[in-house]
């Protein structure tokens, strides 16, 4: 209906619900393309058919001002339907979510990182890195590059992670940001994806590098190495503890992810280095 309320986390009182449609959306491709199961791919391609009914009565100023909340990586959810299909409408609905604040400054070179959430923006970014696979579009690629290329020289710790209270800071001053609530899980989980992208375009060991020194530092540091359990942050601030979830009374975004990560270390992405 074009009525759109939000202030960056919940959308007409619904919270992140894009996010949402994006872990879903992934979540059934993974069922197809890693288990053969053909009725995920079904389900995926009828939910994409009604997302894109949704988003058809919008204008694009409407669209933009609906992208100021935490969409996730639905463009990279999009196009992964038009990598399954071949159906241009799927390919088209992901340049809806091109959120123009953030895209138009990283394709010029310009570093507006400092004061933004840092999760919300990386998934975009990935999206744009499949974008780029699928059409050559060589603005995907300076974006996805000058993206990975400022994070991980100007806002990362030692460690790999990236963030305080999940928000990024000041480039290259992070000696004041070291804090009990350091190293939002999810944002490496989401740098490492990324950085697999870029390596396989360019076989440049930099992105190994940096993919290495992540997931030993910090990824294989978020989880109990007796229960199995993972945290949200790892804190780099002194005197500070990590806090694990527990098996039945916390489920967050970095508790789903972060079991995740953990299938990481025996994989290819290393080995072929």
Sequence with gaps: KGIIRSAGFDLNGLWVPWYNEHKTMMGLNDAYLLAGNKTAKKVLVNLADYLVDVLAGLTDEQVQTMLNC????????????????GDKKYLDASYRFYHRRLMEPLAEGKDILPGL?????????????????LTGNLKDER?????????VNHHSYANGGNSSGEYLSTPDKLNDRLTHSTC???????????????????????????????????????????????????????????????????FTCCMGSGFENHSKYGGGDLQSR
Aim: net charge negative; proline share 4%; aromatic share 16%.
């Design 70 to 85: 935490e969409f996730g990586g639905m463009n990279e959810a999009f196009a992964q339907v038009y990598a399954l299909t």
């Design 143 to 151: 974006i996805a590059e000058f993206f990975w290329t400022t994070m």
């Design 117 to 133: 959430h840092s999760n919300t923006q990386i998934p975009k970014i990935i999206g744009s890195a499949r974008q780029y696979e």
């Design 184 to 250: 939002e899980t999810c944002n490496t989980y989401n740098m490492l994806k990324l950085s697999r992208h870029l390596y396989e375009w360019t076989g440049d060991p930099k992105y190994l590098d940096f993919y290495e020194k992540a997931l030993y530092n910090h990824i294989l540091a978020s989880q109990h190495p007796e229960t199995g359990m993972t945290c949200y942050f790892v804190p780099l601030a002194m005197g500070t503890r990590k806090d694990f979830c527990d098996k039945y009374n916390s």
